[in-house]
């Protein structure tokens, strides 16, 4: 079983830099592909990105390609979250999760998720 432990997220300015962290204690970690999903209040789980098994493969909603990037690091069990340019509207929880398959955009599709991480971004 995959414990996923998120780091990082607060509160900026827009325009403004974050990193998230996400790092799972299990040892299956390069095994998974992982992805990162934000739910505002009273909205279903939105998809950011995702990032293959081996770092290269990556895939991101429109409304951040850009400006987010999606990277791992097997050997220290992390994912990460580079956001840059943030605007008001990126304000949400933060969610890392794991999933067997591909790179996959539906909730559904993953397994073991971080405990949420909130990012607030004030214009």
């Known amino acids: 079983q995959e414990q996923l432990v998120q780091s990082g997220g607060g509160s900026v300015q827009a325009g403004d830099s974050l990193t998230l962290s996400c790092t799972a204690s299990?040892?299956?970690?390069?095994?998974?592909?992982v992805g990162w999903f934000r739910q505002r209040p009273s909205v279903d789980p939105e998809f950011v990105a995702a990032?293959?098994?081996?770092?290269?493969?990556?895939d991101y909603v429109d409304s951040v390609e850009g400006r987010f990037t999606i990277s791992r690091d097997n050997a220290k069990n992390t994912v990460y979250l580079q956001m840059n340019s943030l605007r008001p509207e990126d304000t949400a929880v933060y969610y890392c999760?794991?999933?067997?398959?591909?790179?996959?955009?539906?909730?559904?599709?993953?397994?073991?998720w971080g405990q949420g991480t909130q990012v607030t971004v004030s214009s």
């Open positions: 999760a794991t999933s067997l398959f591909g790179l996959m955009r539906r909730p559904e599709d993953y397994r073991y």
């Open positions: 299990g040892r299956s970690f390069s095994t998974y592909s």
């Open positions: 990032v293959g098994r081996n770092g290269v493969t990556t």
